[in-house]
Each structure stands twice: as structure tokens, then as C-alpha cells.
């Protein structure tokens, strides 16, 4: 079966630094486009990065341009979410999600996802 993991959630303070972790299964990771998306409560689910699976290119919502960094590890099967510079407004649950075509910042058009791990930034 098509399985996504997130692992790295955890209770940091702000200024500090998280990083989130997409284990895929069930498939080639290097086939996939990944992306990061979050829903804090009371919002709707949030695109926050994506990385392509041809070049590796990379994309990121405005607000964490500079401080989140998206990369994958096709021998691991694995993308990561580096988060740096935490801000209470990033306090989310954190999704990865998964489409072959390429990246979209919609959840709608991801048909795998993971369960979420939740983050939360407060001092």
C-alpha cells in the first residue's frame, strides 16, 4: 500500500528550529512530487512547500520563504521539511502529501497523504 509517515513534530520555542520528516512505503519516492501542507485549527489545510521529482526544484508559500527549506532523499525514500526561525504562527498539525504529476499548492489534488504530526511553537 501508499503510505506516508511524518515524524519530527514536536513543542518548540520560538527562534528555534524542527525538522519534520516524510517516510514514504509502498512506492518510489522519486516518482512523486512531496508537499508540505499544515492546518492550524480553525484554517483551512495550508500549502507550505513541494518538491518536484525531475530537478528537485522547490517551492514555499511567502510566509516561510527563508526560514523553511524542503528536500528529499530518494536512497532513504524520504522528504524533510528543515524549519528554522519558528514563529507561533507556524503552530500547526503538518501534513505530506504526494501526486505524480507535480507540485501543486491545493491539497485537493494529492491523493496520498500521512497522518500528520502535530507542531507547536510557544515559549
Known amino acids: 500500500q501508499v503510505q506516508l509517515v511524518e515524524s519530527g513534530g514536536g513543542l518548540v520555542q520560538p527562534g528555534g528550529s524542527l525538522r519534520l520528516s516524510c517516510a514514504a512505503s509502498g512506492f518510489t519516492l522519486d516518482y512523486y512530487h512531496i508537499g508540505w501542507f499544515r492546518q492550524a485549527p480553525g484554517k483551512e489545510r495550508e500549502g507550505v512547500s513541494c518538491?518536484?521529482?525531475?530537478?528537485?526544484?522547490?517551492v514555499y508559500v511567502d510566509s516561510v520563504k527563508g526560514r523553511f527549506t524542503i528536500s528529499r532523499d530518494n536512497a532513504k525514500n524520504t522528504v524533510y521539511l528543515q524549519m528554522s526561525s519558528l514563529k507561533p504562527e507556524d503552530t500547526a498539525v503538518y501534513y505530506c502529501?504526494?501526486?505524480?504529476?507535480?507540485?501543486?499548492?491545493?491539497?485537493?489534488?494529492?491523493?496520498?497523504w500521512g497522518q500528520g504530526t502535530q507542531v507547536t511553537v510557544s515559549s
Open positions: 518538491i518536484s521529482t525531475s530537478d528537485s526544484s522547490t
Open positions: 502529501a504526494a501526486r505524480v504529476y507535480d507540485c501543486s499548492g491545493y491539497a485537493g489534488q494529492y491523493p496520498y
